[in-house]
Protein backbone atom coordinates (compact mmCIF):
# COMPACT_ATOMS: atom_id res chain seq x y z
CA UNK A 1 0.00 0.00 0.00
CA UNK A 2 1.64 3.51 -0.51
CA UNK A 3 1.52 6.28 1.94
CA UNK A 4 1.00 9.78 1.22
CA UNK A 5 2.92 11.64 3.70
CA UNK A 6 1.80 15.31 2.09
CA UNK A 7 -1.48 14.42 2.75
CA UNK A 8 -1.13 13.11 6.27
CA UNK A 9 0.95 16.50 7.09
CA UNK A 10 -1.86 18.59 5.58
CA UNK A 11 -4.09 16.66 8.33
CA UNK A 12 -1.79 17.28 11.16
CA UNK A 13 -1.43 20.82 10.47
CA UNK A 14 -5.21 21.34 10.57
CA UNK A 15 -5.13 19.30 13.46
CA UNK A 16 -2.46 21.54 14.95
CA UNK A 17 -4.48 24.84 13.93
CA UNK A 18 -7.51 23.76 15.17
CA UNK A 19 -6.31 22.88 18.57
CA UNK A 20 -4.54 26.26 18.30
CA UNK A 21 -7.21 28.54 17.82
CA UNK A 22 -8.67 27.41 20.78
CA UNK A 23 -7.36 30.40 22.95
CA UNK A 24 -10.05 32.48 20.72
CA UNK A 25 -13.37 32.61 22.37
CA UNK A 26 -16.81 34.59 22.70
CA UNK A 27 -17.66 36.45 25.81
CA UNK A 28 -20.22 38.52 26.94
CA UNK A 29 -19.57 40.65 29.97
CA UNK A 30 -22.41 40.68 32.54
CA UNK A 31 -24.24 44.21 32.40
CA UNK A 32 -23.24 46.44 35.54
CA UNK A 33 -25.94 47.47 38.32
CA UNK A 34 -26.91 50.88 38.67
CA UNK A 35 -28.60 50.78 41.98
CA UNK A 36 -26.55 52.99 44.99
CA UNK A 37 -26.58 50.67 48.25
CA UNK A 38 -25.59 52.43 51.18
CA UNK A 39 -23.17 51.90 53.84
CA UNK A 40 -25.45 51.74 56.55
CA UNK A 41 -29.16 50.89 56.75
CA UNK A 42 -30.79 54.27 58.32
CA UNK A 43 -33.19 52.45 60.85
CA UNK A 44 -30.49 50.11 61.94
CA UNK A 45 -29.39 50.52 65.71
CA UNK A 46 -26.16 52.43 65.62
CA UNK A 47 -24.60 50.36 68.31
CA UNK A 48 -26.14 46.95 67.05
CA UNK A 49 -24.07 44.02 67.82
CA UNK A 50 -22.44 41.91 65.19
CA UNK A 51 -24.76 37.96 65.48
CA UNK A 52 -24.54 34.65 64.10
CA UNK A 53 -27.55 35.10 61.04
CA UNK A 54 -26.97 31.67 60.07
CA UNK A 55 -28.43 30.53 63.44
CA UNK A 56 -30.09 33.69 64.59
CA UNK A 57 -32.51 31.67 66.59
CA UNK A 58 -30.18 30.04 68.78
CA UNK A 59 -30.10 33.64 70.71
CA UNK A 60 -34.08 33.59 71.86
CA UNK A 61 -32.91 30.89 73.71
CA UNK A 62 -35.25 28.71 73.61
CA UNK A 63 -34.14 24.93 73.20
CA UNK A 64 -37.79 23.69 71.83
CA UNK A 65 -37.43 26.09 69.25
CA UNK A 66 -34.05 25.68 68.44
CA UNK A 67 -34.79 21.60 67.89
CA UNK A 68 -37.67 22.35 65.65
CA UNK A 69 -35.85 24.24 63.25
CA UNK A 70 -33.03 21.78 63.24
CA UNK A 71 -35.38 18.71 62.47
CA UNK A 72 -37.45 20.89 60.07
CA UNK A 73 -34.10 21.74 58.50
CA UNK A 74 -33.58 17.89 57.74
CA UNK A 75 -36.94 16.84 57.41
CA UNK A 76 -38.93 19.78 55.58
CA UNK A 77 -40.26 18.28 52.02
CA UNK A 78 -39.29 21.92 50.37
CA UNK A 79 -35.86 21.82 51.31
CA UNK A 80 -35.37 18.16 50.29
CA UNK A 81 -37.56 18.30 46.99
CA UNK A 82 -34.86 21.92 46.31
CA UNK A 83 -31.63 19.43 47.17
CA UNK A 84 -33.24 16.76 44.50
CA UNK A 85 -33.12 19.93 41.91
CA UNK A 86 -29.52 20.58 43.19
CA UNK A 87 -28.53 16.91 42.25
CA UNK A 88 -30.59 17.14 38.91
CA UNK A 89 -28.73 20.42 38.36
CA UNK A 90 -25.17 19.18 38.69
CA UNK A 91 -25.78 16.17 36.58
CA UNK A 92 -27.18 18.36 33.88
CA UNK A 93 -23.65 20.33 34.08
CA UNK A 94 -21.78 16.88 33.38
CA UNK A 95 -23.64 16.20 30.61
CA UNK A 96 -22.78 19.47 29.11
CA UNK A 97 -19.56 19.39 29.81
CA UNK A 98 -19.03 15.93 27.82
CA UNK A 99 -20.11 18.20 24.88
CA UNK A 100 -16.70 19.51 25.05
CA UNK A 101 -14.45 16.22 25.32
CA UNK A 102 -14.40 13.73 22.72
CA UNK A 103 -16.73 10.61 21.89
CA UNK A 104 -15.87 7.24 21.45
CA UNK A 105 -17.60 4.59 20.05
CA UNK A 106 -17.07 0.55 19.24
CA UNK A 107 -19.43 -1.50 17.33
CA UNK A 108 -20.05 -4.92 16.23
CA UNK A 109 -22.46 -5.91 13.21
CA UNK A 110 -22.68 -9.74 12.28
CA UNK A 111 -24.89 -10.36 8.96
CA UNK A 112 -25.96 -12.78 6.02
CA UNK A 113 -26.35 -11.89 2.67
CA UNK A 114 -25.07 -11.06 -0.99
CA UNK A 115 -24.81 -8.14 -3.43
CA UNK A 116 -25.13 -7.05 -6.69
CA UNK A 117 -24.13 -4.39 -8.24
CA UNK A 118 -22.24 -1.34 -6.71
CA UNK A 119 -20.72 -1.83 -3.23
CA UNK A 120 -18.56 0.02 -1.03
CA UNK A 121 -14.92 -0.80 -0.78
CA UNK A 122 -14.31 -4.56 0.28
CA UNK A 123 -16.25 -4.25 3.70
CA UNK A 124 -20.01 -4.73 2.73
CA UNK A 125 -22.42 -5.00 4.23
CA UNK A 126 -20.50 -5.72 7.40
CA UNK A 127 -19.63 -2.30 8.18
CA UNK A 128 -22.22 -0.67 10.71
CA UNK A 129 -24.07 2.78 8.60
CA UNK A 130 -24.56 4.88 11.60
CA UNK A 131 -20.61 5.29 12.07
CA UNK A 132 -20.00 8.64 11.72
CA UNK A 133 -16.84 8.66 9.41
CA UNK A 134 -15.57 12.13 8.20
CA UNK A 135 -14.69 10.99 4.89
CA UNK A 136 -17.18 9.07 2.29
CA UNK A 137 -15.87 5.72 1.33
CA UNK A 138 -14.39 5.22 -2.15
CA UNK A 139 -17.35 3.31 -4.80
CA UNK A 140 -16.09 -0.11 -5.91
CA UNK A 141 -18.08 -2.88 -8.11
CA UNK A 142 -18.65 -6.53 -8.10
CA UNK A 143 -20.71 -9.30 -7.08
CA UNK A 144 -20.84 -10.60 -3.57
CA UNK A 145 -22.18 -14.07 -3.16
CA UNK A 146 -24.49 -15.17 -0.50
CA UNK A 147 -21.81 -15.25 2.75
CA UNK A 148 -21.76 -13.92 6.38
CA UNK A 149 -20.03 -11.28 7.19
CA UNK A 150 -18.52 -10.10 10.36
CA UNK A 151 -17.31 -6.53 11.39
CA UNK A 152 -16.01 -4.43 14.49
CA UNK A 153 -14.98 -0.58 14.46
CA UNK A 154 -13.88 1.76 16.86
CA UNK A 155 -14.50 5.48 15.94
CA UNK A 156 -13.52 9.18 17.49
CA UNK A 157 -15.47 12.07 17.19
CA UNK A 158 -14.64 16.01 18.60
CA UNK A 159 -15.54 18.96 17.96
CA UNK A 160 -12.54 21.81 18.73
CA UNK A 161 -14.52 24.49 21.04
CA UNK A 162 -12.61 27.21 19.13
CA UNK A 163 -14.65 30.04 19.91
CA UNK A 164 -15.95 28.93 23.26
CA UNK A 165 -19.86 27.84 22.22
CA UNK A 166 -19.57 24.93 23.88
CA UNK A 167 -17.90 26.00 27.20
CA UNK A 168 -20.78 29.14 27.13
CA UNK A 169 -22.89 26.44 27.08
CA UNK A 170 -21.59 24.67 29.72
CA UNK A 171 -21.11 27.71 31.96
CA UNK A 172 -24.88 28.35 31.72
CA UNK A 173 -25.44 25.54 33.04
CA UNK A 174 -23.08 25.05 35.87
CA UNK A 175 -25.18 28.79 36.74
CA UNK A 176 -28.23 27.17 36.84
CA UNK A 177 -26.92 24.27 39.06
CA UNK A 178 -25.39 27.26 41.18
CA UNK A 179 -28.81 29.00 41.24
CA UNK A 180 -30.61 25.99 42.46
CA UNK A 181 -28.08 25.36 45.57
CA UNK A 182 -29.65 29.68 46.32
CA UNK A 183 -33.34 27.64 46.04
CA UNK A 184 -32.03 25.63 48.91
CA UNK A 185 -30.80 28.62 51.09
CA UNK A 186 -34.26 30.17 50.07
CA UNK A 187 -36.23 26.89 51.27
CA UNK A 188 -34.06 26.91 54.45
CA UNK A 189 -34.66 30.60 55.38
CA UNK A 190 -38.02 30.08 54.71
CA UNK A 191 -38.42 26.95 56.94
CA UNK A 192 -36.67 28.69 59.40
CA UNK A 193 -38.65 31.21 59.82
CA UNK A 194 -41.71 29.65 59.29
CA UNK A 195 -41.14 27.31 61.96
CA UNK A 196 -40.24 30.08 64.32
CA UNK A 197 -43.69 32.06 63.45
CA UNK A 198 -45.49 29.56 63.99
CA UNK A 199 -44.01 28.45 67.40
CA UNK A 200 -44.32 32.29 68.95
CA UNK A 201 -47.67 32.19 67.79
CA UNK A 202 -48.66 28.66 69.13
CA UNK A 203 -47.01 29.88 72.26
CA UNK A 204 -49.02 32.97 72.18
CA UNK A 205 -52.54 31.39 72.08
CA UNK A 206 -51.31 28.62 74.34
CA UNK A 207 -51.21 31.77 76.95
CA UNK A 208 -54.04 33.79 75.56
CA UNK A 209 -56.75 30.84 76.14
CA UNK A 210 -55.22 30.54 79.70
CA UNK A 211 -56.26 33.94 80.66
CA UNK A 212 -59.09 33.65 78.27
CA UNK A 213 -60.21 30.33 80.86
CA UNK A 214 -59.24 33.02 83.78
CA UNK A 215 -61.75 35.84 82.30
CA UNK A 216 -64.23 32.98 82.05
CA UNK A 217 -64.14 31.95 85.12
CA UNK A 218 -64.43 36.54 86.57
CA UNK A 219 -67.53 36.58 84.43
CA UNK A 220 -69.35 33.44 85.39
CA UNK A 221 -68.67 35.35 89.27
CA UNK A 222 -69.90 38.22 88.13
CA UNK A 223 -72.92 36.92 86.46
CA UNK A 224 -73.59 34.99 89.24
CA UNK A 225 -72.92 37.94 91.51
CA UNK A 226 -75.58 40.01 89.35
CA UNK A 227 -78.01 37.10 89.72
CA UNK A 228 -78.10 36.95 93.58
CA UNK A 229 -78.19 40.45 93.68
CA UNK A 230 -81.17 40.62 91.42
CA UNK A 231 -83.10 38.26 93.51
CA UNK A 232 -82.45 40.40 96.48
CA UNK A 233 -83.76 43.29 94.99
CA UNK A 234 -80.74 45.27 94.50
CA UNK A 235 -80.13 44.86 90.83
CA UNK A 236 -82.12 45.32 87.44
CA UNK A 237 -82.81 42.44 85.10
CA UNK A 238 -80.68 44.73 83.06
CA UNK A 239 -77.42 44.60 85.04
CA UNK A 240 -78.07 40.58 85.11
CA UNK A 241 -77.97 40.74 81.09
CA UNK A 242 -74.80 42.75 81.13
CA UNK A 243 -72.81 40.01 82.87
CA UNK A 244 -74.29 37.60 81.13
CA UNK A 245 -73.34 39.22 77.73
CA UNK A 246 -69.88 39.52 79.07
CA UNK A 247 -69.74 35.53 79.88
CA UNK A 248 -71.21 34.59 76.79
CA UNK A 249 -68.53 36.87 74.97
CA UNK A 250 -65.67 35.26 76.68
CA UNK A 251 -67.53 31.36 76.37
CA UNK A 252 -67.11 32.44 72.20
CA UNK A 253 -63.92 33.42 71.98
CA UNK A 254 -62.28 30.48 73.56
CA UNK A 255 -63.53 27.97 70.76
CA UNK A 256 -61.81 29.77 67.35
CA UNK A 257 -58.30 30.94 69.79
CA UNK A 258 -58.54 26.76 70.38
CA UNK A 259 -58.66 26.12 66.93
CA UNK A 260 -56.15 29.01 66.13
CA UNK A 261 -53.95 26.68 68.68
CA UNK A 262 -54.36 23.55 67.08
CA UNK A 263 -53.98 24.90 63.22
CA UNK A 264 -50.68 26.49 64.56
CA UNK A 265 -49.64 22.46 65.80
CA UNK A 266 -50.40 21.25 62.59
CA UNK A 267 -48.37 23.51 60.54
CA UNK A 268 -45.60 23.05 62.97
CA UNK A 269 -45.80 19.39 61.94
CA UNK A 270 -45.85 19.43 58.25
CA UNK A 271 -43.05 22.37 58.14
CA UNK A 272 -41.30 19.47 60.59
CA UNK A 273 -41.78 16.82 58.24
CA UNK A 274 -43.97 14.91 60.42
CA UNK A 275 -47.83 14.11 60.01
CA UNK A 276 -49.90 16.89 60.67
CA UNK A 277 -52.01 15.04 63.63
CA UNK A 278 -48.51 14.09 65.71
CA UNK A 279 -48.34 17.12 66.95
CA UNK A 280 -50.91 17.12 70.07
CA UNK A 281 -49.09 20.40 72.12
CA UNK A 282 -45.92 21.88 72.60
CA UNK A 283 -43.55 20.62 75.47
CA UNK A 284 -43.95 23.47 78.68
CA UNK A 285 -42.10 26.23 77.90
CA UNK A 286 -39.09 27.03 80.31
CA UNK A 287 -39.61 30.77 79.95
CA UNK A 288 -41.37 33.21 78.47
CA UNK A 289 -39.70 33.86 74.84
CA UNK A 290 -37.43 37.63 74.79
CA UNK A 291 -36.07 38.60 71.66
CA UNK A 292 -33.03 39.23 71.37
CA UNK A 293 -31.04 43.00 70.75
CA UNK A 294 -31.13 43.60 67.22
CA UNK A 295 -28.08 42.79 65.22
CA UNK A 296 -26.24 45.73 62.96
CA UNK A 297 -25.50 44.45 59.45
CA UNK A 298 -24.16 46.19 56.31
CA UNK A 299 -26.24 47.02 53.32
CA UNK A 300 -23.11 44.83 51.57
CA UNK A 301 -23.07 41.76 53.59
CA UNK A 302 -27.43 41.43 53.03
CA UNK A 303 -26.62 41.04 49.38
CA UNK A 304 -24.13 38.83 50.20
CA UNK A 305 -26.48 36.45 52.50
CA UNK A 306 -30.02 37.11 50.30
CA UNK A 307 -30.87 33.79 48.68
CA UNK A 308 -32.62 35.67 46.40
CA UNK A 309 -30.43 38.15 45.52
CA UNK A 310 -27.98 35.36 45.09
CA UNK A 311 -30.44 33.03 42.51
CA UNK A 312 -30.77 36.78 40.67
CA UNK A 313 -27.42 36.93 40.38
CA UNK A 314 -27.10 33.36 39.05
CA UNK A 315 -29.58 33.81 36.85
CA UNK A 316 -27.92 36.88 34.96
CA UNK A 317 -24.99 34.86 34.73
CA UNK A 318 -26.18 31.86 32.92
CA UNK A 319 -27.72 33.92 30.76
CA UNK A 320 -24.85 35.64 29.61
CA UNK A 321 -23.06 32.19 28.91
CA UNK A 322 -26.21 31.62 27.08
CA UNK A 323 -25.90 34.80 24.76
CA UNK A 324 -22.48 33.68 24.40
CA UNK A 325 -23.15 30.63 22.78
CA UNK A 326 -26.00 32.01 20.57
CA UNK A 327 -22.93 34.69 19.42
CA UNK A 328 -20.90 31.50 18.68
CA UNK A 329 -23.77 30.16 16.68
CA UNK A 330 -22.17 32.89 13.68
CA UNK A 331 -18.83 31.70 13.67
CA UNK A 332 -16.73 28.27 12.19
CA UNK A 333 -17.28 24.81 13.67
CA UNK A 334 -14.47 22.47 14.01
CA UNK A 335 -14.51 18.78 13.57
CA UNK A 336 -11.62 16.01 14.23
CA UNK A 337 -12.65 12.15 13.41
CA UNK A 338 -10.82 8.80 13.36
CA UNK A 339 -12.24 5.71 12.41
CA UNK A 340 -11.01 2.31 12.48
CA UNK A 341 -12.53 -1.03 11.74
CA UNK A 342 -11.94 -4.62 10.50
CA UNK A 343 -13.55 -7.42 9.56
CA UNK A 344 -14.12 -10.97 7.82
CA UNK A 345 -16.21 -11.95 4.84
CA UNK A 346 -16.78 -14.91 4.47
CA UNK A 347 -18.66 -16.56 1.34
CA UNK A 348 -20.34 -20.31 1.66
CA UNK A 349 -18.66 -21.72 -1.26
CA UNK A 350 -15.34 -19.55 -1.39
CA UNK A 351 -12.88 -19.11 0.84
CA UNK A 352 -13.20 -16.10 3.36
CA UNK A 353 -11.10 -12.43 3.12
CA UNK A 354 -10.33 -10.07 5.94
CA UNK A 355 -10.78 -6.31 5.60
CA UNK A 356 -10.02 -3.09 7.55
CA UNK A 357 -10.09 0.43 7.06
CA UNK A 358 -8.69 3.26 8.72
CA UNK A 359 -9.23 6.65 8.98
CA UNK A 360 -8.78 10.66 10.01
CA UNK A 361 -10.40 13.32 8.87
CA UNK A 362 -11.24 16.76 9.57
CA UNK A 363 -14.28 19.06 9.20
CA UNK A 364 -15.24 22.63 9.23
CA UNK A 365 -18.84 23.89 8.95
CA UNK A 366 -19.63 27.86 8.56
CA UNK A 367 -23.71 29.04 8.50
CA UNK A 368 -23.69 31.11 5.32
CA UNK A 369 -27.67 31.53 5.68
CA UNK A 370 -30.37 30.73 8.02
CA UNK A 371 -33.10 33.04 7.21
CA UNK A 372 -32.11 35.46 10.03
CA UNK A 373 -32.31 32.82 12.38
CA UNK A 374 -29.19 32.65 14.35
CA UNK A 375 -28.98 36.44 14.23
CA UNK A 376 -32.83 36.90 15.53
CA UNK A 377 -31.58 34.41 18.17
CA UNK A 378 -28.94 36.41 19.90
CA UNK A 379 -31.28 39.75 20.03
CA UNK A 380 -33.95 37.53 21.64
CA UNK A 381 -30.97 36.30 24.34
CA UNK A 382 -29.56 39.89 24.34
CA UNK A 383 -33.32 41.38 25.45
CA UNK A 384 -33.82 38.11 28.04
CA UNK A 385 -30.07 39.36 29.39
CA UNK A 386 -31.17 43.25 29.52
CA UNK A 387 -34.59 42.21 31.78
CA UNK A 388 -32.50 39.43 33.88
CA UNK A 389 -30.26 42.14 34.91
CA UNK A 390 -33.48 45.19 35.51
CA UNK A 391 -35.25 41.74 37.76
CA UNK A 392 -31.40 41.89 39.50
CA UNK A 393 -31.32 45.36 40.28
CA UNK A 394 -34.83 44.90 42.01
CA UNK A 395 -33.42 42.13 43.95
CA UNK A 396 -31.29 44.54 45.20
CA UNK A 397 -34.04 47.34 46.06
CA UNK A 398 -36.12 44.95 47.15
CA UNK A 399 -33.87 43.56 49.93
CA UNK A 400 -33.15 46.84 51.25
CA UNK A 401 -36.72 47.82 51.27
CA UNK A 402 -37.18 44.68 53.66
CA UNK A 403 -34.41 45.11 56.04
CA UNK A 404 -35.67 48.79 56.22
CA UNK A 405 -39.07 47.60 57.22
CA UNK A 406 -38.53 45.27 59.39
CA UNK A 407 -36.17 47.29 61.45
CA UNK A 408 -38.71 49.80 61.53
CA UNK A 409 -41.73 47.97 62.39
CA UNK A 410 -39.78 45.88 65.15
CA UNK A 411 -38.61 49.13 66.71
CA UNK A 412 -42.47 49.60 66.39
CA UNK A 413 -43.73 46.82 68.12
CA UNK A 414 -41.05 47.45 71.25
CA UNK A 415 -42.26 50.34 71.53
CA UNK A 416 -46.02 49.10 71.75
CA UNK A 417 -45.19 46.47 73.85
CA UNK A 418 -43.30 48.39 76.46
CA UNK A 419 -46.70 50.93 76.61
CA UNK A 420 -49.01 47.61 76.65
CA UNK A 421 -46.71 46.04 79.55
CA UNK A 422 -46.70 49.29 81.49
CA UNK A 423 -50.83 49.28 80.70
CA UNK A 424 -51.05 45.29 81.93
CA UNK A 425 -49.23 46.60 85.04
CA UNK A 426 -51.36 49.60 86.00
CA UNK A 427 -54.38 47.38 85.12
CA UNK A 428 -53.58 44.76 87.62
CA UNK A 429 -52.69 47.25 90.63
CA UNK A 430 -56.34 48.20 89.91
CA UNK A 431 -57.14 44.89 90.33
CA UNK A 432 -55.29 44.66 93.55
CA UNK A 433 -56.54 47.79 94.96
CA UNK A 434 -60.01 46.79 94.35
CA UNK A 435 -60.01 43.09 96.04
CA UNK A 436 -58.63 45.00 98.66
CA UNK A 437 -61.11 47.25 99.20
CA UNK A 438 -63.70 44.38 99.04
CA UNK A 439 -62.01 41.87 101.47
CA UNK A 440 -61.84 45.10 104.13
CA UNK A 441 -65.70 45.38 103.41
CA UNK A 442 -65.04 48.37 101.55
CA UNK A 443 -66.25 48.09 98.14
CA UNK A 444 -68.68 45.81 96.63
CA UNK A 445 -67.65 42.57 95.00
CA UNK A 446 -69.03 44.06 91.25
CA UNK A 447 -65.67 46.75 91.32
CA UNK A 448 -63.34 44.31 92.34
CA UNK A 449 -64.76 41.65 89.39
CA UNK A 450 -64.73 43.94 87.20
CA UNK A 451 -61.62 45.32 87.81
CA UNK A 452 -59.99 41.63 87.56
CA UNK A 453 -61.58 41.29 84.09
CA UNK A 454 -60.16 44.55 83.09
CA UNK A 455 -56.51 43.25 84.02
CA UNK A 456 -57.06 40.02 81.99
CA UNK A 457 -58.11 41.81 78.64
CA UNK A 458 -55.17 44.02 79.37
CA UNK A 459 -52.86 40.89 79.61
CA UNK A 460 -53.92 39.55 76.93
CA UNK A 461 -53.39 42.79 74.37
CA UNK A 462 -49.74 42.75 76.17
CA UNK A 463 -49.45 39.23 74.98
CA UNK A 464 -50.71 39.68 71.41
CA UNK A 465 -48.03 42.79 71.22
CA UNK A 466 -45.20 39.98 73.05
CA UNK A 467 -46.24 37.90 69.90
CA UNK A 468 -46.22 40.77 67.74
CA UNK A 469 -42.86 41.79 68.94
CA UNK A 470 -40.88 38.23 68.49
CA UNK A 471 -42.56 37.86 65.12
CA UNK A 472 -41.25 41.01 63.48
CA UNK A 473 -37.99 40.04 64.89
CA UNK A 474 -37.99 36.82 63.13
CA UNK A 475 -39.01 38.62 60.23
CA UNK A 476 -35.66 40.68 60.33
CA UNK A 477 -33.52 38.05 60.84
CA UNK A 478 -35.30 36.46 57.22
CA UNK A 479 -35.23 40.29 55.96
CA UNK A 480 -31.58 39.99 57.24
CA UNK A 481 -30.80 36.86 55.14
CA UNK A 482 -30.12 34.51 58.01
CA UNK A 483 -31.17 30.93 58.39
CA UNK A 484 -28.88 28.92 56.05
CA UNK A 485 -25.60 27.65 56.35
CA UNK A 486 -22.28 28.75 54.03
CA UNK A 487 -19.72 31.29 53.06
CA UNK A 488 -21.05 34.01 50.31
CA UNK A 489 -19.79 32.83 46.98
CA UNK A 490 -16.62 34.26 45.66
CA UNK A 491 -18.19 34.35 41.57
CA UNK A 492 -20.98 36.99 43.38
CA UNK A 493 -18.10 39.58 44.34
CA UNK A 494 -18.28 41.27 40.44
CA UNK A 495 -21.93 41.34 40.41
CA UNK A 496 -22.11 42.64 43.94
CA UNK A 497 -19.38 45.22 43.90
CA UNK A 498 -20.55 46.46 40.48
CA UNK A 499 -24.09 47.44 42.57
CA UNK A 500 -22.35 49.62 44.89
CA UNK A 501 -22.12 53.62 44.10
Known amino acids: MKSHPMRWRGVAAAVASTWLAGCTTVTVDVPPSDVA ?73 DSRGKQDGTLPTGVGSALPTSLPLPIALPQTTGDLPWGNTRGHGLTLAWEADVFGGLRSQTEMVRQLALGAQEQVHGAQLMVASDIASRYIEARSAERRVLLLDEGVRVAERLMAYAKGRFKAGQATSSDVER ?24 RLAVLMGRPPQELKALPPAVAEMQPPPLPEVLPSEVLERRPDVRGAARKLRSQAAKLGTAKAAQLPRFYLGLAVMGGRFSPDDEPGSNFGLQRLGVGMRLPIFHGGRIRANIAANQANLDGLAVEYEKAILTALEDVENAYVAQRAFVAQH ?21 VKGQALLQPALEAQAKALERDDDRVRADNDRLLYTVTLYKALGGGWQGEPAPALAPALASAKP
Open 37 to 109: VPDRFAAAPLSGERADLARWWDRFGDPVLTGYIEEGLRQNADVRVALARVREARAYVDVAGSANLPTIDASLA
Open 418 to 438: QHLQRVAELARRVSDHQQTLF
Open 243 to 266: AELEWRHAQARREPLQALLHSHLK
